[in-house]
RNA sequence: GGCCCUGUGGUCAAGCGGUUAAGACGGAGCCCUCUCAAGGCUCAAUCUCGGGUUCGAUUCCCGACAGGGUCACCA
C-alpha cells in the first residue's frame, strides 16, 4: 500500500508544516536546571472546585518553587463542554486564591510562545502528526460505525474479552487499498486510529513522581486519535501539546492512570520524550458512608464561587490545600508562623498517595486561625470585600464609616491586641457580629431570664449611676453595688459558696444590661461597647428594654 | 468482571525492623471568667485480617478483604 499516498488522501491539508519544522518552531525552554514547566489545562466548562484547585495548587507550587512556568492551556476538544466566558473564570477564581499563570490562553504575557493554547487552534499540528504517523504506516483510517464498535463491544463481552479496539477485533485495521478508496469516495465519515505496537503480555514498569513504581501492560488498543471531525482525542492532544510547550511535570489526577500506557505508546511513535508524570490521588468526599471523588455535578457545593461568596478568607483555603498537599506544611508553619506560604518547600514526592477526606472542619480551623491574625487593615479589607461583592446594602454602609468600624473590629475580633477571637470562618460571619452597633440592624428580641421587676430596677439604678467616663473598673464596680440591692450575690465567690442565699449574681446582672444594650446575653467587653455606642444610644437602649 | 492504585485513631497524617506509635482537626472533662471570645490543664481514641521472613514486625514478602480509579469519536 502506498502509505504515502493514504496519508494525504487522509488528511489532505497542504499548509501543514513538517515535523522537524514544529521542533523549531517550539524549541526546548531556556530555563534553569531543575525547574518544572507545569500546567493547568481544563475543558472550558468554566466550574472549577476544590479538587481542581488542590491539584492545580501542586501545579503552580511546583512550577514556582523551582523557578519554572505555569501555564494555562484550554483543552477544548470536545466542543459540548464549552461555556462561554468559562477560560475568565478559571483564571478569575485562581487569582482570587492567589495562584497566577505565567503565559497562556487569556494571559498577557511576553512568554507566550508556545501558543496557541487553546487546542481548536492546534488543529494543524495535530493533523500534520497524524499525517505522519500515516505515512509511517502507525496509524489508519476506521470507518466503524457507533453501531458498529457496539456490536463489537458486545461480542468482546459475551466471549470475556477485553473490550476496545485491538488486535482481531480491529475491524479497520487491515483494510485493503481497494477497500480504504472506495469508502472514502462514498463518503464515509472516519476516524484516524493508532496502529498500537504494544503487546498485552508485555509489562514494564514506570516511575510516578507521587505513586512511585507502578508496573502495568502494554497498550494494545488501536484508540482514536483523530475524531471525525478532524480534532484531536485527549490522548493525542496531550502528547503533543505537552512535548511542544515543552511541559517536564504532567500532574493531573489519578483517573488518568489507566490510560498512561496508550500516553506513552504515543510519545513512543511520535518519537517525543515523555514528561515526568506525577497522579495524584484526589480528594474525596463521604457520600452516604463510602467516599468518592469530588465531583463537580455533584458537589456545586464545592465550586470556588462558592467559597468566595460564602466569605472564606481564600489564603485560608489555599493554606487548607497545603496542608493535604505536603503533610509537614503544618509543622512548618507552626514553627514560622509569620510567614509566606510561598517559602515553604513543596515537594511533589511528598504527597499523599491515597485520597485525603475533604474535610470542612479542618479548613474552618485553619479558617479561624488565619482570620485571627488579620491586622486592623487586612481585616476592614477582607470584611468590605466580601460586603461590597456579596452583601445587601446595609453591610456595605457599614464600612464607609472606616473609624467606627475598626473600633467595633478591635473589640469584637480582637484587632490590635493579643487576645484575639478564634471562632469566625467566614467573613458574614464577622459582619453579623457588629450588627447591634448599627440602629439599622438592632432589632432585639429580648430574652431576659429575670422577671420584669427585677429587670426594671436593675436598669434603672443602672441608668442613674451612669458615667460614660467610668473606666472598665468604675463601671464593674457600680454593676457589683447593684447586685446586693435586687437580692444578688456582688462576688463570684460569695455565689459559689453559698447559692441558695442568693437570687441571683453580678452575673445575672450584667445579662439583664447586656441584653438591653446589645439583644443578646452575649457580647465582648459591655463598658467598651457602650463606649462605642456613646451615651445617648446606650441610655436608649436601656430605656427601650423596660418592660 | 479484567487491569491499576491505596489501606496507621472519627478526619489529615508522621513513621521507613526494636518507639511509651509524633503532631493537627474533631470529641470528652476540668479550671479561669460580667456573658461570648480567649487562655490553661487533663483524658479517650489507631497500625484491616491471615500466613511467612526475622531474635524481633506497623514497617519487608505473599494472600485475603475493603475502599478508590479505569475500561468512549469525554476530558
Redesign the pocket.
Known amino acids: 500500500m502506498n502509505l504515502e499516498k493514504l496519508a494525504k488522501a487522509l488528511i489532505p491539508d497542504t499548509d501543514l508544516l513538517s515535523v522537524s519544522e514544529y521542533e523549531q518552531l517550539y524549541p526546548p525552554r531556556d530555563m534553569p536546571a531543575g525547574a518544572e514547566v507545569t500546567r493547568l489545562?481544563?475543558?472550558p466548562t468554566g466550574f472549577i472546585h476544590l479538587g481542581n484547585l488542590y491539584s492545580a495548587l501542586a501545579d503552580e507550587r511546583a512550577a514556582h518553587t523551582t523557578g519554572g512556568i505555569f501555564y494555562l492551556r484550554i483543552?477544548d476538544?470536545?466542543d459540548?463542554?464549552k461555556v462561554d466566558g468559562a477560560v475568565e473564570s478559571v483564571i478569575r477564581s485562581l487569582d482570587y486564591f492567589g495562584l497566577k499563570f505565567d503565559e497562556g490562553a487569556e494571559i498577557a504575557s511576553p512568554l507566550n510562545k508556545y501558543g496557541p493554547y487553546y487546542q481548536r487552534a492546534r488543529a494543524k499540528i495535530y493533523r500534520a502528526f497524524a499525517k505522519d504517523l500515516i505515512a509511517r504506516g502507525l496509524a489508519y483510517p476506521c470507518f466503524?460505525?457507533?453501531e458498529e464498535?457496539d456490536e463489537i463491544?458486545e461480542e468482546q463481552t459475551a466471549q470475556?474479552q477485553?473490550?476496545?479496539?485491538w488486535g482481531k477485533w480491529a475491524k479497520c485495521r487491515n483494510l485493503s487499498e481497494e477497500e480504504i478508496y472506495s469508502a472514502l469516495s462514498a463518503k464515509k465519515?472516519?476516524?484516524i486510529r493508532l496502529k498500537s505496537q504494544g503487546d498485552i503480555s508485555k509489562k514494564f514498569t514506570f516511575r510516578d513522581a507521587i505513586?512511585?513504581?507502578?508496573?502495568?501492560?502494554e497498550n494494545d488498543q488501536d484508540?482514536?486519535i483523530l475524531?471525525?471531525?478532524g480534532?484531536?482525542?485527549?490522548?493525542f492532544a496531550h502528547a503533543i501539546d505537552d512535548h511542544f510547550m515543552r511541559t517536564t511535570l504532567v500532574i493531573r489526577g489519578?483517573?488518568?492512570?489507566?490510560?498512561l500506557p496508550v500516553h506513552l505508546e504515543l510519545f513512543k511513535v511520535l518519537g517525543f520524550k515523555p514528561p515526568r508524570y506525577a497522579h495524584t490521588?484526589?480528594l474525596?468526599k463521604m457520600d452516604g458512608d463510602?467516599?468518592?471523588?469530588l465531583s463537580k455535578r455533584k458537589d456545586p457545593e464545592l465550586s470556588l464561587d462558592y467559597y468566595r461568596a460564602a466569605g472564606y478568607f481564600a489564603p485560608a483555603v489555599v493554606k487548607y490545600l497545603m496542608?493535604?498537599l505536603n503533610?509537614?506544611f503544618?509543622?512548618w508553619e507552626?514553627k514560622n508562623p509569620a510567614a509566606d506560604y510561598r517559602d515553604f518547600k513543596f515537594r511533589i514526592n511528598?504527597m499523599?498517595?491515597?485520597?485525603?477526606?475533604f474535610?470542612l472542619?479542618?479548613l474552618?480551623?485553619v479558617s479561624?486561625s488565619e482570620i485571627s491574625k488579620l491586622s486592623e487593615d487586612e481585616c476592614f479589607a477582607f470584611l468590605k470585600g466580601w460586603a461590597d461583592e456579596f452583601g445587601s446594602e446595609a453591610d456595605k454602609a457599614r464600612f464607609e464609616n472606616r473609624e467606627y468600624i475598626i473600633k467595633i473590629l478591635a473589640l469584637i475580633m480582637?484587632t490590635g491586641g493579643k487576645?484575639?477571637?478564634?471562632?469566625l470562618e467566614t467573613a458574614p460571619q464577622a459582619i453579623r457580629l457588629t450588627d447591634y452597633f448599627f440602629d439599622d440592624a438592632f432589632s432585639p428580641e429580648y430574652s431576659f431570664r429575670q422577671d420584669d421587676e427585677t429587670v426594671n430596677r436593675v436598669l434603672s439604678l443602672f441608668a442613674e449611676s451612669y458615667d460614660p467616663s467610668d473606666d472598665?473598673q468604675t463601671w464593674?464596680a457600680k454593676?457589683k453595688a447593684i447586685a446586693p440591692r435586687v437580692g444578688f450575690a456582688a462576688e463570684?465567690s460569695e455565689y459559689k459558696q453559698n447559692p441558695e442565699a442568693y437570687r441571683g449574681n453580678?452575673?445575672d446582672v450584667?445579662?439583664i444590661l447586656?441584653i438591653a444594650v446589645t439583644g443578646s446575653?452575649?457580647?465582648?467587653?459591655?463598658?467598651t461597647v457602650m463606649g462605642i455606642l456613646g451615651k445617648e444610644r446606650t441610655l436608649a437602649r436601656i430605656a427601650a428594654a423596660k418592660r
Request: proline content about 6%; hydrophobic content about 30%; aromatic content about 6%.
Open positions: 489545562a481544563p475543558s483543552e476538544t470536545d459540548k463542554r466503524c460505525t457507533a464498535l463491544r470475556g477485553t473490550p476496545g479496539y465519515p472516519f476516524v505513586k512511585g513504581d507502578i508496573t502495568v501492560t484508540v482514536v475524531k471525525s471531525d480534532i484531536p482525542t485527549y490522548h489519578e483517573e488518568w492512570l489507566a490510560s490521588a484526589s474525596m463510602t467516599k468518592r471523588k496542608t493535604l503533610s509537614d503544618e509543622e507552626m511528598k499523599g498517595k491515597s485520597g485525603a477526606l474535610d472542619q479542618k474552618a480551623d479561624r480582637g487576645k484575639r477571637r478564634k471562632d472598665n464593674f454593676l463570684m453580678v452575673s450584667a445579662e447586656r446575653p452575649n457580647s465582648p467587653d459591655l463598658c
